[in-house]
């Protein structure tokens, strides 16, 4: 388990003595949007290699200028929860299917402000940023949102969709 500072050093600690980092979720049974939130803060948050998979990924799926525009305010948003929080959010290794408590509530706060639950979100994230950086970590968080859920639908669809006749045949 590691803190979400992508600059500073870095600091393996247990989930006993870190607040947030206990294991509430396996990965697996998370919403796609969700999932896809746990996956990319983990890939920002584990180096270079790790963003220039975010920002490809935002790129091949929403194309130049929305993926331009979401990498953006996902650069802002890791930029708020690595030095704008109240204390160290904790994250889990970019392969393990634990979902830390940290993890867990970022992903619902950016699926809560992707559907337009604001005001649920930001009473959640109120628990994380100080109340001057609220509304402007909720206006990049509904970005951020916006874009993971528009990926998600999209992969989702892709997944659904039979790739042949034979596939779209139910018995």
């Not at 590691?2 to 003595?17: C, I, K, N, V, Y």
């Not at 396996?26 to 890939?43: F, K, S, W, Y």
């Not at 402007?136 to 999209?154: D, F, H, K, M, Y």
């Given at each position: 388990?590691?803190m ?37 803060l ?22 130049a ?17 690595s ?29 809560l ?14 628990l994380?940023v ?13 970005q ?28």
């Amino acid at each position: 388990m590691t803190m979400l500072r992508p600059h500073g050093p870095r600091r393996e600690d247990t989930a006993r003595t870190q607040p947030g980092g206990a294991t509430v979720a396996d990965i697996r049974t998370m919403e796609g949007d969700q999932a896809l939130a746990v996956i990319m803060l983990r890939d920002w948050f584990d180096g270079p290699q790790g963003q220039a998979r975010v920002s490809q990924t935002f790129l091949q799926e929403l194309g130049a200028q929305a993926g331009a525009g979401a990498i953006d305010a996902w650069a802002d948003f890791g930029a708020l929860i690595s030095d704008g929080t109240r204390r160290d959010v904790m994250r889990h290794s970019v392969n393990c299917r634990c979902v830390g408590a940290d993890e867990a509530v970022l992903a619902q706060v950016i699926s809560l402000a992707a559907r337009g639950a604001r005001e649920d979100a930001m009473l959640i994230l109120s628990l994380l940023v100080t109340g001057e950086r609220l509304l402007p970590a909720i206006q990049t968080v509904e970005q951020v949102g916006a874009a993971l859920l528009r990926i998600s639908q999209s992969w989702r669809r892709a997944a659904l969709r039979p790739t042949s006749a034979a596939d779209a045949r139910l018995h």
